[in-house]
């Protein structure tokens, strides 16, 4: 994430410092592990399983303590508090894992929530947009300027031959500033997720013009599964910490399995109320739209082959990445192997291999 306020980030080091000394994050050898992990937007579906493992008490079935916090708009990303050391790890999309690794900063991803960005380009009617060939000309918002959805905003445009500089991309934030965004002109079209795509479907001010929030529509649209929503950890904090990597991705493999055999009604059930019924969305609105796009969650936390290489491809074709990149140290699947196994879960993600 870039161009946060100085003060905002302040706040929220000062916050994330007095959290960490009063928590003793990361607790070494001789009790529970404890550790602080920072999430992209937590109130959304995208990274429900953060928050669902903590009401499920899985974290404290499988003995780890867990402190859970979210990025602010205007506030550090949580990618970059992770790197910075601010929190352990962050909940947030793989390929920041790629962009580090071209900034010569080993980090890694350690388990894989979803194969799809849980993403939809939504557009107001006058804006004519069905793909990205149609972005020429017009503005369109994204999360943040440098966010995973700017990425993919330049990626779908790339694709159909349209340069970045051929739009406008604005930063809308989530939320409510989004919905704002298209009801006030000032966007054709925002990339955003549920709920607040069913809030602006509710509204009647856009609708789902191209689809990245299932595996098969990141497929369609994007040639292949892109891994979004994870848990990224810098590789010497992988290295030092594995026993309590290990149980925070015991976990939340076993949330992932939970989300594949329970209804998107059930799921809601388990999570805060703010979480699924506020200003943007009612309970049932919020089922509505996870029943339609629960196909982004992976049911065993496995990386699926192929989605580096997608995720690689984004990355380069944008210019955001130039320099050779090894995928094979930007995620593992050896934790969440073991998780399956101790519960004796049957994987069903076809796994990557060391390419990708």
């Known amino acids: ?52 493992a903590e009401n499920l008490g899985f974290y404290q079935k499988y003995g780890v303590k867990v402190r859970l ?21 962050a909940g947030a999309w793989y390929n920041h894992t790629i ?31 069905t793909s990205g060939a149609d972005f020429k000309g017009k503005t369109l918002g994204v999360t943040d300027l440098g966010s995973g959805t ?20 604005l930063a809308v934030g989530a939320g409510s500033t989004a919905v704002a965004a298209l009801q006030n002109g000032k966007a ?17 001010i856009g609708t789902s013009a191209i689809d990245l929030a299932t595996t098969n529509g990141a497929k369609a649209a994007l040639g292949g599964a892109f891994p979004a929503a994870s848990v990224l950890a810098r590789t010497d904090w992988v290295t030092s910490h594995k026993d309590a990597a ?13 989300i594949a055999t329970h ?9 805060p109320q703010s979480y699924v019924q506020n200003q943007l969305v009612t309970k049932a609105d919020y089922i509505t739209a996870l029943n ?17 290489r997608t995720a690689l491809a984004t990355e380069k074709m944008v210019g955001t990445v130039t320099s050779s990149v090894d995928l094979g140290t930007t995620f593992t699947n050896e934790f969440a192997i073991n998780a399956n196994k101790k519960e004796g879960f049957t994987t069903t993600t076809d796994p990557a291999g060391a390419d990708g």
Do not use: N
């Open 150 to 169: 700017d990425t993919l905003t330049q990626f779908i445009a790339a694709q159909k031959g349209v340069k970045a500089g051929d739009f406008h991309r």
């Open 263 to 271: 209804s998107a009604a059930d799921i809601a059930d388990k999570l």
């Open 69 to 89: 916090s979210t990025e602010q708009d205007g506030g550090v990303g949580a990618e970059e508090a992770m790197a910075s050391g601010q929190v352990d790890m």
């Open 1 to 52: 994430m870039t161009k946060r306020t100085l003060t905002a980030s302040i706040i929220t080091v000062l916050a994330l410092a007095a959290a960490t000394a009063c928590s003793g994050s990361s607790g070494g050898s001789g009790g529970t592990p404890t550790v602080t992990l920072m999430v992209g937007g937590i109130d959304k579906q995208i990274y429900l399983p953060y928050q669902l």
């Open 246 to 258: 290990q149980r925070v991705v015991d976990a939340l493999v076993a949330t992932m399995h939970w």
């Open 292 to 308: 339609e796009d629960k196909g982004q969650f992976l049911p065993d936390g496995i990386m699926p082959a192929g989605g580096p």
């Open 188 to 204: 054709d079209c925002v990339m955003t997720t549920q709920p607040t795509v069913a809030a602006i479907q509710k509204k009647g």
């Open 99 to 129: 962009e580090f690794q071209a900034k010569g900063k080993a980090v890694e991803d350690i388990v894989q929530l979803s194969g799809a960005p849980g993403e939809r380009e939504m557009c107001t009617a006058k804006s004519g947009v």
